[in-house]
């Protein structure tokens, strides 16, 4: 099961089962959201990560709610661990596209291809990962998408890749982009173990997405949900490479 491989902690299916709801509700944004403690709300201020996005979608909203109630069964030795894996995710920088360039990746309905062919050096390039499972990966999707009209392709080159099983990918994929007006995204594949490799980090966890520059220099690592003007982080990260 995507990101239970990367948490090997003793305690049970119990422990592992709390790990994945998290892991699928959004890693690191569930993270600080459960780890938040109640402030005093002067003003009207972002909510993080996950919770921005709950405010707006059922679905996601239950699963927070899950993520929540999972968390709070962990040791503390267990939410240490947690945090560990999630720094870990979102402080490790990839490798450089002129190293990953070899990996293979596979557009639907299209033959195989290359990620040194889906981004060439010469443009900045987000590389952003995705399952049709992953609730924040939907909206991060819509995110996407609007970038994609934002920027021309001399600009700001994206590579949408899912890591999803690929037989279950291609039949509930496309339904995915559709609902998230994410079409023009596309549905690529990507196998784990070059995703693995290609992060630099055992950890399946998703939405993520890896920014590099114009040399093919990798420059963020963006983990948990993107939640359009009311998370900056990958504004913030283009601006950078874009210029």
């Known amino acids: 099961m995507i990101g239970i491989a990367a ?3 003793q305690g049970g299916e119990m422990r592992k089962a709390a790990f994945y709801i998290m892991l699928v509700a959004g890693s690191a944004g569930c ?3 459960c780890e938040r403690r109640s402030e005093p709300q002067a003003k009207a201020k972002p909510a993080v990560e996950g919770e921005d996005v709950a405010g707006q979608d059922p679905a996601m909203a239950k699963k927070l709610a899950e993520a929540k109630a999972a968390y709070a069964s962990l040791t503390p030795a267990e939410k240490a661990k947690l945090a560990a894996e999630m720094k870990k995710v979102k402080g490790t920088l990839p490798m450089s596209l002129a190293d990953a360039g070899s990996i293979k990746i596979r557009p ?3 033959p195989e ?3 040194a062919q889906a981004a060439p050096i010469g443009t900045p390039t987000l590389v952003a990962a995705w399952a049709s499972w992953c609730i924040p990966c939907k909206m991060e999707a819509r995110e996407l998408a609007r970038l994609r009209q934002h920027y021309g392709r001399d600009k700001l080159n994206i590579v949408y890749l899912n ?6 990918e291609r039949a509930k994929g496309p339904a995915f982009l559709r609902d998230a007006a994410a079409e023009q995204l596309g549905l690529t594949m990507l196998d784990q173990s070059d995703f693995l490799k290609l992060t630099r980090v055992n950890q399946l966890s998703v939405p993520r997405v890896l920014v590099f520059d114009r040399a093919g220099k990798p420059n963020a690592v963006i983990a948990g949900a993107v939640a359009g003007g009311r998370d900056l982080r990958l504004a913030d990260a283009i ?3 874009v210029g």
């Open 7 to 9: 948490v090997r902690l």
């Open 31 to 33: 993270l600080s959201a």
């Open 108 to 110: 639907d309905g299209k």
């Open 239 to 241: 601006e950078k490479v």
């Open 113 to 115: 291809t290359t990620l």
């Open 163 to 168: 890591i999803g099983d690929p037989e279950v």
